[in-house]
């Protein structure tokens, strides 16, 4: 009985200490820039973004020049930060969804893959300043 006394206490303890603990307010106030490379459909697709604060903006190019926004929202964890995402994209191809991660490289780099529904699976390079 005291055992298990003893490991709730630390499961809870363990949870309230990454629960409350600081992020690094630096990283998360400096824009992250990313270009992303990827194909749909045998075309070559493209896009530019930004994330600060766990939300992004990516605007992209897509199969027969379709143009579009999509605004993602990240979720932070120590080496990677899955997003999901949700865009709107000109001639006829309408509402998109996306997802992916991105990880970090190095200190000032990552990398991620994705997928968009209207621009295909896709790289991405980024730059933490």
Same mark, same amino acid.
């Given at each position: 009985? *005291? *055992? &298990?006394?003893?490991?709730?206490?630390?499961?809870?303890? =363990? +949870? =309230?200490?990454?629960? =409350?603990?600081? %992020?690094?307010?630096? &990283?998360?106030?400096?824009?992250?820039?990313?270009?992303? $490379?990827?194909?749909?459909?045998?075309?070559?697709?493209?896009?530019?973004?930004?994330?600060?604060?766990?939300?992004? $903006?990516?605007?992209?190019? +897509?199969? /027969?020049?379709?143009?579009?926004? /999509?605004?993602? *929202? =990240?979720?932070?964890?120590?080496?990677?930060?899955?997003?999901?995402?949700?865009?709107?994209?000109?001639?006829?191809?309408?509402?998109?969804?996306?997802?992916? $991660?991105?990880?970090?490289?190095?200190?000032?780099?990552?990398?991620?893959? #994705?997928? %968009?529904?209207?621009?295909?699976?896709?790289?991405?390079? #980024? $730059?933490?300043?």
């Amino acid at each position: 009985m *005291k *055992k &298990a006394l003893i490991i709730q206490t630390i499961l809870v303890s =363990f +949870g =309230f200490l990454t629960f =409350f603990s600081p %992020n690094q307010a630096s &990283a998360q106030l400096i824009p992250q820039p990313w270009v992303s $490379v990827g194909g749909n459909d045998g075309d070559v697709t493209y896009a530019v973004g930004a994330r600060a604060l766990n939300l992004g $903006v990516e605007v992209g190019v +897509g199969p /027969d020049g379709a143009t579009g926004v /999509d605004v993602l *929202k =990240f979720i932070s964890l120590p080496v990677i930060s899955p997003y999901v995402g949700l865009g709107y994209y000109s001639e006829d191809k309408g509402v998109a969804v996306s997802g992916g $991660v991105q990880v970090g490289a190095t200190d000032n780099i990552f990398v991620g893959a #994705g997928y %968009n529904s209207v621009r295909g699976f896709n790289g991405q390079l #980024g $730059v933490r300043f």
